[in-house]
T-cell receptor, first 114, second 112 residues
Framework: DTAVSQTPKYLVTQMGNDKSIKCEQN?????MYWYKQDSKKFLKIMFS???????INETVPNRFSPKSPDKAHLNLHINSLELGDSAVYFC?????????????FGPGTRLTVL | GDSVTQMEGPVTLSEEAFLTINCTYT??????LFWYVQYPGEGLQLLLK?????DKGSNKGFEATYRKETTSFHLEKGSVQVSDSAVYFC???????????FGAGTRLTVKP
């Protein structure tokens, strides 16, 4: 009965590789988000999708490409990984269209680029 | 743009001590305010929220009151436990959750 799940939990890879992180929510929410948390715990939004449409796209390198095949999934694909991409990435979801603003977070994916 | 500023940590307290973590915000409209908690190795969990001025959010002994006049949402707990050790994030969002802004986080360590 996991609400927001992410896979993998840990991801270790070499510079230059391409990798994907998957996110799924079973809450029936209409909006999903990706956040990046750096080593100092600072949390910054990267993307937001509402009903499969992009509504927030912060200043993120175009090596990062979110993909939302349906309202329950928002995957994050990263091309040509760099050392600075090492962080914990959190997926979240909410009921934006119902005016309910609480976001529910996944457990995070710790990405380490070597 | 809208932003949140919370007190820098780390904060170290003894068990049963009183906790206050300050949070102030800047917003053009009437945001909702949140406190999230992140336990070691886990994702963020909603701790409490308040959606309008003078609302008080409370959960697990934690409280915070939405103060529009001082643009603050300080987190308090009367008697902390070791299990409260975590990172606490203050956050705000517009009423539709379009853009949630988080503070930098405050690490709390409670010692027995």
């Amino acid at each position: 009965d996991t609400a927001v799940s992410q896979t993998p939990k840990y991801l270790v890879t070499q510079m230059g590789n391409d990798k994907s992180i998957k996110c799924e929510q079973n809450l029936g929410h209409d909006t999903m988000y990706w956040y990046k948390q750096d080593s100092k715990k600072f949390l910054k939004i990267m993307f937001s999708y509402n009903n499969k449409e992009l509504i927030i796209n912060e200043t993120v390198p175009n090596r990062f490409s979110p993909k939302s095949p349906d309202k329950a999934h928002l995957n994050l694909h990263i091309n040509s990984l760099e050392l600075g991409d090492s962080a914990v990435y959190f997926c979240a979801s909410s009921y934006r269209d119902r005016g309910t603003d609480t976001q529910y977070f996944g457990p995070g994916t710790r990405l380490t680029v070597l | 743009g809208d932003s949140v500023t919370q007190m820098e940590g780390p904060v170290t307290l003894s068990e049963e001590a009183f906790l206050t973590i300050n949070c102030t915000y800047t917003a053009t409209g009437y945001p909702s305010l949140f406190w999230y908690v992140q336990y070691p190795g886990e994702g963020l969990q909603l701790l409490l929220k308040a959606t309008k001025a003078d609302d008080k959010g409370s959960n697990k002994g934690f409280e915070a009151t939405y103060r529009k006049e001082t643009t603050s949402f300080h987190l308090e707990k009367g008697s902390v436990q070791v299990s409260d050790s975590a990172v606490y994030f203050c956050a705000l969002s517009d009423p539709f959750g379009n853009d949630m802004r988080f503070g930098a986080g405050t690490r709390l360590t409670v010692k027995p």
